[in-house]
T-cell receptor, first 110, second 113 residues
Framework: GENVEQHPSTLSVQEGDSAVIKCTYS??????FPWYKQELGKGPQLIID???NVGEKKDQRIAVTLNKTAKHFSLHITETQPEDSAVYFC?????????WGAGTKLIIKP | NAGVTQTPKFQVLKTGQSMTLQCAQD?????MYWYRQDPGMGLRLIYY???????DKGEVPNGYNVSRLNKREFSLRLESAAPSQTSVYFC????????????FGQGTRLTVV
């Protein structure tokens, strides 16, 4: 079955710097790769997603890149702000289900 | 719009007790899901309902049962709670199964002592 690995588990960056979180997946049939943000005490919320017919997608300060050949995708956050502090999850679809990475705790240092 | 509503938000059970977690969505979504979230393990799918009238096992179904009561409501039952079921439980819904945005409830923090 699908396996999604996410790195790093914790990432600490200075406010204003960029943050990059990486995920790899194993199922070559996966076509949908969302990223979710979870704030403390809340459920995860979709921030951006990408499908396999696209290599990169941007939405203001966040971007996702996908390399289907290497089976990895990454989340990029530029000009980080305090409100970016949260846990971020990647996921990949497999047999109509989402398989989730273990999460990355992003800490923005003032 | 309330989105996905879960009740209760917190619960403490004794080993062997039973309880039902309730979930309702008001987005007219076809698919609904129950996940558990444990530290360092991401989200693991317990059961899902691709559409009204159907339910299927996910990755970790043992010790749980579900009911898709109607299109809006999807409940999760623990028949005989065990300490290993201490976790945060999330209900989610999506328009269709799998490759569309999932909307999550606020979660239920369950402790089994």
């Amino acid at each position: 079955g699908e396996n999604v690995e996410q790195h790093p588990s914790t990432l600490s960056v200075q406010e204003g710097d960029s943050a990059v979180i990486k995920c790899t997946y194993s199922d070559s049939a996966s076509n949908y790769f969302p990223w979710y943000k979870q704030e403390l005490g809340k459920g995860p919320q979709l921030i951006i997603d990408i499908r396999s017919n696209v290599g990169e997608k941007k939405d203001q300060r966040i971007a996702v890149t996908l390399n289907k050949t290497a089976k990895h995708f990454s989340l990029h956050i530029t000009e980080t702000q305090p409100e970016d502090s949260a846990v971020y999850f990647c996921a990949a679809d497999s047999n109509y289900q989402l398989i989730w990475g273990a999460g990355t705790k992003l800490i923005i240092k003032p | 719009n309330a989105g996905v509503t879960q009740t209760p938000k917190f619960q403490v059970l004794k080993t062997g007790q039973s309880m039902t977690l309730q979930c309702a969505q008001d987005m007219n979504h076809n698919s609904m899901y129950w996940y558990r979230q444990d530290p360092g393990m991401g989200l693991r799918l317990i059961y899902y309902s691709a559409s009204e009238g159907t339910t299927d096992k996910g990755e970790v179904p043992n010790g749980y049962n579900v009911s898709r009561l109607n299109k809006r409501e999807f409940s999760l039952r623990l028949e005989s709670a065990a300490p290993s079921q201490t976790s945060v439980y999330f209900c989610a819904s999506s328009e269709v199964q799998g490759n569309t945005e999932a909307f999550f409830g606020q979660g239920t923090r369950l402790t089994v002592v």
